[in-house]
């Protein structure tokens, strides 16, 4: 339980200062969007810290189980926001979803605290910073048909900084191309959340955590992140 805190406090916490000066300079040229984007950051540093308290608590499992519910209601809601209502398509997406699902109990069950905790702590920073670098100096789309709002100096930016903070963090280069996989696997879970929400033609899966929109709008790159954590259990150990 001390070396999740120890690794929230200091990783985590320089890196939320470091977000909050990012913010004030991406509000003064956004002023009229300033209260919503405040909102977000004050929600992810909420949710971020719940979820620590979690994982050195031994309650992922409260957090599987309201993912598991939410993410379902939400997947059929968006479905059903399409018209014509596309049956095949929210099914494709429940079984995935389910499939990832599978691989998070997996994960819970079996990765220790501090192991649930680096991962999620690449999934953090690589999220976070993916989009102050995007808001900042984003120009080229990343993905235009998947995800409008992304791009390539977002993604980018957002892989160097978890580069260069998991290696200050971990001091060792061995653990880095771990690192790299898990910041690709994170962006192929929001762009596949994203993908679907293209296709049921809504901008977020609910209201469910302010400022971010549904519980997938705010887990969906963990979940993609969790999965491939599992693959790697299972093959490369």
Known sequence: ????WRAYLIVLT???VVGAASMWLIT????NESRSLWLKYGMYLLVVTCVTAAISFAWMYAVFS???????VELIQAGRARVPFALGNVLMAIFLFLLFMTAMLVFVEKATPMEQMLVYLVVVIFDGFSQ???QLFGRMKLARRLSPGKTVEGALGGFLVTMLVMYLFAGNFSDLDLV????VAALVGDLLASG????????????SIPGHGGFLDRFDSFIGAVGLSVLIQFFWN
Request: hydrophobic share 45%.
């Open 14 to 16: 320089p890196l939320f």
């Open 196 to 207: 679907y929400k293209r296709v049921c033609g809504v901008k977020d899966f609910g209201n």
């Open 1 to 4: 339980m001390a070396d999740v």
């Open 180 to 183: 790299a996989l898990f910041c």
């Open 66 to 72: 309201v993912l598991l519910v939410g993410g379902l």
């Open 28 to 31: 003064r040229k956004r002023e």
């Open 132 to 134: 102050i670098c995007g």
